[in-house]
């Protein structure tokens, strides 16, 4: 990418989006332009047209997407459907009108069938039944990579697609309902520990493994793709390492300096029993992470008791 390009991050206020704005904006790009959902709704066909008419970007890093954790997942089912289906129809469909140069559409790992083989190959895609709980948002992420794919058939788009494993950092959501497991349980164990609780509850047996990113290694990873990769085949984007959740819930506890217990509500469910990515094919344009869960806790947590005082 050319430092003068204007490059179109949809989705700036989010975790990821943000990321990558942190990213492009410590690599010298200044052409960075966003829109906030107030001024520009992403659903509405009409208005992502005339936004991108107006402002013809060169790239696009299409991070917009409506995000949650189980439970809000299997609350929500049609909103989170219709909103990212809507969201990336929109985008990927105007950067064809108005010539994008490139496109990096990010999915999310739960694409893959909840009994695939491990570690989760690109190809296992669409070989088995989706999680239930999250059904809906991985369908609408298949049809972004089915998107850009098409484009790239039928018109010649260069259009790519990462599926990043699951994140958490700085911007992330800590909502105790509607987060993901990282924030939710710093959120937890926070809470916990400022009332002086004796336990902290953690939805299931702890026995599930996951496999879980800071979110600035993505944006690094995001940053490497749209440079050096053009292909037609999503690139998986992971660490290759994964931890029980009460592993997990251990780590989180050591980091936010909770002394209680933890316990476990077996009659909630655990989700996917196992998903660990193969970042082989990135590995191999050499590509890495550089933050390791125990760091990335502890900046996470960081950014959370700063959020916190800012309220």
């Known amino acids: 990418m050319e430092k003068t390009a204007k490059i179109y991050v949809a989705g700036h206020r989010g975790m990821v989006g943000s990321a990558i704005c942190r990213k492009l904006q410590q690599q010298g790009f200044t052409n960075i332009l966003t829109r906030t959902s107030d001024a520009l709704d992403l659903r509405n066909q009409q208005g ?4 991108f008419a107006a402002e013809r970007p060169d ?38 009108k108005v010539g994008v140069k490139k496109l990096l559409f990010l999915g999310s790992s ?6 695939a083989d491990q570690p989760l190959k690109e190809e296992y895609l ?8 999250n059904e809906p948002y991985a369908i609408a992420k298949i049809a972004g990579i089915k998107l850009c794919e098409a484009y790239r058939d039928q018109y010649g788009c260069n259009f790519i697609a990462a599926m990043p494993t699951n994140l958490y950092g700085q911007g992330d959501n800590y909502h105790l309902q509607n987060s993901h497991v990282i924030p ?10 400022v009332a002086n609780s004796p336990f902290v509850e953690i939805w299931g047996t702890g026995t599930p493994l996951r496999e879980f990113m800071y979110v600035d290694d993505l944006a690094d990873a995001c940053y490497f793709l749209i440079q050096h990769y053009n292909g037609k085949m999503f690139m998986n984007v992971g660490t290759g390492e994964e931890v029980t959740i009460a592993n997990l ?14 316990k476990f509500d077996t009659s909630k469910p655990d ?41």
């Open 249 to 262: 819930a251990r780590t989180v506890q050591s980091v936010v300096g909770y002394t209680g217990q933890i």
């Open 184 to 193: 939710a349980m710093i959120r937890k164990f926070h809470d916990a520990k």
């Open 126 to 133: 669409l070989t088995g039944l989706l999680e239930p709980t």
């Open 48 to 51: 992502v047209n005339d936004f």
């Open 110 to 115: 739960c694409i893959y069938p909840k009994m």
């Open 271 to 311: 989700g996917t029993p196992r998903k660990l990515m193969d970042n082989s094919k990135l590995a191999g344009m050499g590509w890495k992470y550089t933050t390791s869960l125990t760091q990335g806790l502890e900046k996470a947590y960081r950014f959370f008791k700063s959020e916190m005082k800012e309220r």
């Open 59 to 96: 790239y696009v890093f299409l991070a917009a997407a409506k995000v949650g954790g189980i439970l809000a997942n299997n609350t929500y089912r049609a909103e989170f459907l219709y909103d990212n289906l809507m969201i990336e129809a929109n985008i990927i469909h105007a950067a064809w």
